[in-house]
Nanobody, 121 residues
Framework: QVQLVESGGGLVQPGGSLRLSCAGSGSIFSINNMGWYRQAPGKQRKLVASITSGGMTNYADSVKGRFTISRDNAKNTVFLQMNSLRPEDTAVYYC???????????????WGKGTLVTVSS
Protein backbone atom coordinates (compact mmCIF):
# COMPACT_ATOMS: atom_id res chain seq x y z
CA GLN A 1 0.00 0.00 0.00
CA VAL A 2 1.23 3.47 -0.89
CA GLN A 3 0.70 6.64 1.11
CA LEU A 4 1.49 10.26 0.36
CA VAL A 5 1.51 12.50 3.41
CA GLU A 6 1.69 16.28 3.15
CA SER A 7 2.93 18.64 5.85
CA GLY A 8 3.86 22.28 6.26
CA GLY A 9 0.57 24.06 5.73
CA GLY A 10 -0.77 26.72 8.04
CA LEU A 11 -1.68 30.37 8.45
CA VAL A 12 0.67 32.99 7.04
CA GLN A 13 0.44 36.72 6.42
CA PRO A 14 0.48 38.15 2.89
CA GLY A 15 4.05 38.39 1.66
CA GLY A 16 5.14 35.51 3.87
CA SER A 17 6.57 32.09 3.04
CA LEU A 18 5.74 28.46 3.65
CA ARG A 19 7.41 25.21 2.67
CA LEU A 20 5.25 22.18 1.96
CA SER A 21 6.58 18.64 2.03
CA CYS A 22 5.08 15.40 0.76
CA ALA A 23 6.61 12.06 1.63
CA GLY A 24 5.75 8.80 -0.06
CA SER A 25 5.84 5.55 1.86
CA GLY A 26 4.90 1.92 1.42
CA SER A 27 5.45 -0.35 -1.57
CA ILE A 28 7.13 2.12 -3.92
CA PHE A 29 9.30 0.78 -6.71
CA SER A 30 9.66 3.98 -8.73
CA ILE A 31 8.14 7.43 -9.07
CA ASN A 32 7.83 9.40 -12.29
CA ASN A 33 6.22 12.82 -12.13
CA MET A 34 5.41 14.44 -8.78
CA GLY A 35 3.36 17.54 -8.34
CA TRP A 36 1.31 19.90 -6.24
CA TYR A 37 -2.28 20.83 -6.91
CA ARG A 38 -4.55 23.18 -5.00
CA GLN A 39 -8.26 23.59 -4.54
CA ALA A 40 -9.81 26.80 -3.25
CA PRO A 41 -13.34 26.78 -1.76
CA GLY A 42 -15.92 26.39 -4.50
CA LYS A 43 -13.33 25.94 -7.21
CA GLN A 44 -11.81 23.07 -9.17
CA ARG A 45 -8.52 21.47 -8.24
CA LYS A 46 -5.73 22.91 -10.38
CA LEU A 47 -2.08 22.16 -11.01
CA VAL A 48 0.35 24.41 -9.17
CA ALA A 49 3.67 22.84 -10.11
CA SER A 50 5.11 19.54 -11.25
CA ILE A 51 8.55 17.97 -11.51
CA THR A 52 9.82 14.96 -13.46
CA SER A 53 12.15 12.32 -12.07
CA GLY A 54 14.93 14.08 -13.96
CA GLY A 55 14.16 17.43 -12.39
CA MET A 56 12.31 19.25 -15.16
CA THR A 57 9.72 21.59 -13.70
CA ASN A 58 6.46 23.15 -14.78
CA TYR A 59 4.51 25.93 -13.05
CA ALA A 60 1.11 27.53 -13.26
CA ASP A 61 1.41 31.10 -14.51
CA SER A 62 -0.05 32.42 -11.26
CA VAL A 63 2.88 31.10 -9.18
CA LYS A 64 5.84 31.52 -11.53
CA GLY A 65 8.66 33.39 -9.85
CA ARG A 66 7.16 32.88 -6.38
CA PHE A 67 6.96 29.10 -5.91
CA THR A 68 9.70 26.52 -6.36
CA ILE A 69 9.16 22.77 -6.60
CA SER A 70 11.93 20.29 -5.82
CA ARG A 71 12.27 16.63 -4.93
CA ASP A 72 14.48 14.17 -3.10
CA ASN A 73 14.31 10.95 -5.10
CA ALA A 74 16.14 8.94 -2.45
CA LYS A 75 13.45 9.85 0.11
CA ASN A 76 10.44 9.77 -2.24
CA THR A 77 9.70 13.33 -1.21
CA VAL A 78 8.58 16.44 -3.05
CA PHE A 79 8.72 20.00 -1.72
CA LEU A 80 7.01 23.27 -2.57
CA GLN A 81 8.69 26.46 -1.42
CA MET A 82 6.12 29.24 -1.51
CA ASN A 83 7.28 32.84 -1.24
CA SER A 84 5.49 36.19 -1.56
CA LEU A 85 2.22 34.52 -0.66
CA ARG A 86 -1.03 36.24 -1.56
CA PRO A 87 -4.56 35.83 -0.19
CA GLU A 88 -5.53 34.19 -3.49
CA ASP A 89 -3.06 31.38 -2.75
CA THR A 90 -5.36 30.24 0.04
CA ALA A 91 -6.40 26.65 -0.71
CA VAL A 92 -6.00 23.04 0.24
CA TYR A 93 -2.77 21.84 -1.35
CA TYR A 94 -2.59 18.24 -2.55
CA CYS A 95 0.43 16.15 -3.40
CA UNK A 96 0.29 13.91 -6.46
CA UNK A 97 2.73 11.28 -7.69
CA UNK A 98 2.86 8.70 -10.48
CA UNK A 99 4.02 5.54 -8.71
CA UNK A 100 4.84 1.99 -9.75
CA UNK A 101 4.73 -0.57 -6.95
CA UNK A 102 6.57 -3.32 -8.85
CA UNK A 103 9.22 -3.45 -11.60
CA UNK A 104 6.69 -4.86 -14.04
CA UNK A 105 3.73 -2.68 -13.10
CA UNK A 106 2.59 0.53 -14.69
CA UNK A 107 2.66 3.88 -12.92
CA UNK A 108 -0.58 5.02 -11.33
CA UNK A 109 -1.59 8.35 -9.85
CA UNK A 110 -1.69 8.63 -6.07
CA TRP A 111 -2.91 11.56 -4.00
CA GLY A 112 -2.29 12.84 -0.52
CA LYS A 113 -5.12 13.99 1.73
CA GLY A 114 -4.14 17.64 1.48
CA THR A 115 -2.82 20.39 3.70
CA LEU A 116 -4.54 23.75 4.21
CA VAL A 117 -2.70 26.96 3.41
CA THR A 118 -4.36 30.17 4.55
CA VAL A 119 -2.91 33.54 3.58
CA SER A 120 -4.51 36.28 5.63
CA SER A 121 -3.64 39.25 7.79
Amino acid sequence: QVQLVESGGGLVQPGGSLRLSCAGSGSIFSINNMGWYRQAPGKQRKLVASITSGGMTNYADSVKGRFTISRDNAKNTVFLQMNSLRPEDTAVYYCNADIATTWYGSHMAYWGKGTLVTVSS
